[in-house]
């Protein structure tokens, strides 16, 4: 009997020991059951990172999840948004993209979309364009940098894209001072494809337009040129400060990269200054790569 008993208490303690008494200790729930927090002054996961702490299922937390440099958007002292800045200014991103509600219209605003999108697809379109925008040779972690700037640049609830390469003319159907004066000779063009300084030079040496005279009075010139100083582009570094020529731009050289050679000589464009000739909506500022046509 006592070594029955024995064996007996022998399994009871052996069985004991397999079944813990459960744990008192809450277990974390959200980002924190998975990832150590980091950075807590700054909000709450999702105010850096978006995601879905709420959510169980992986693939869910991580919806349009932000890492790396580009969850650094935050921080005041990051890395990430100091270093997107310094790149924006430097590529003169504004030259065609709203940022921070400052820019042009040339293409998408980026305030529009920033919030919108996936980091990969975001980093992606910085590096390696599919449109017209020139490919600027950047890594990954300057591509993160950029969209940090960005995210910092925008908000949440941004206002709605404007149109793609389509300059805004106003509501008024009537010629402009500029198309009266200007449309004449060649197209009307946006003002913004110059910058402000490039106009004031052209406004002041209007008795030597390009070879032709091409003076107003005086009231008339300053308002002209009031008028596109108030729409102007920014100047784009490397241009020189205040270029007379659009085509003569780099940015301008990039975009008609695709355009076959000899093409501008053939008399049915006659000049890369002819916009109308291949833009059909050119009269428009409508300038979509979508819709144009080059005339053989």
């Known amino acids: ?111 529009a979309v920033v919030w919108k999108r996936e980091q990969a697809p975001l980093v992606t379109s910085i590096r390696e364009p599919v449109e017209n925008m020139p490919r600027f040779g950047l890594d990954e972690a300057e591509a993160e940098a950029i969209v940090a700037f960005l995210l910092r640049s925008g908000r949440p609830d941004p206002p709605q894209d404007t149109y793609r390469v389509h300059f805004t003319r106003g509501t008024s159907t009537s010629p402009t001072v500029f198309e009266k004066e200007c449309g004449g000779c060649h197209l009307a063009y946006p003002p913004a494809l110059l910058p402000s300084a490039s106009w004031r030079g052209l406004m002041g040496g209007l008795d030597r337009h390009f070879g032709q005279n091409a003076e107003l009075d005086e009231p008339q010139r300053a308002r002209l040129e009031g008028w596109l100083v108030e729409r102007a582009g920014q100047a784009r570094p490397g241009s020189g400060g205040a270029p007379r020529r659009i085509t003569e731009l780099a940015w301008f050289r990039d975009e008609h990269r695709e355009v076959p050679r000899g093409a501008a000589a053939r008399p049915s464009v006659r000049s890369m200054a002819n916009c109308g000739a291949c833009h059909q909506d050119a009269a428009r500022w409508d300038f979509d790569g979508d819709r144009v046509r080059i005339p053989r």
Do not use: F, W
């Open 1 to 111: 009997m006592a070594p029955r008993a024995a064996l007996l208490t022998a399994a009871l303690l052996l069985l004991g020991g397999c079944l813990k008494a459960p744990s008192t200790v809450a277990r974390e729930k959200g980002c924190r059951s998975c990832h150590q927090a980091h950075y807590v002054r700054e909000g709450a996961c999702q105010d850096c990172h978006r995601g879905d702490p709420g959510a169980e299922r992986e693939e869910l937390a991580h919806g349009r999840l932000l890492t790396g440099r580009a969850a650094e958007h935050r921080l005041e002292d990051g890395l990430g948004p100091r270093e997107g800045r310094r790149l924006v200014e430097a590529l003169a991103c504004r030259r065609c993209h709203t940022i921070g509600g400052k820019g042009n219209h040339l293409a998408t605003s980026l305030d």
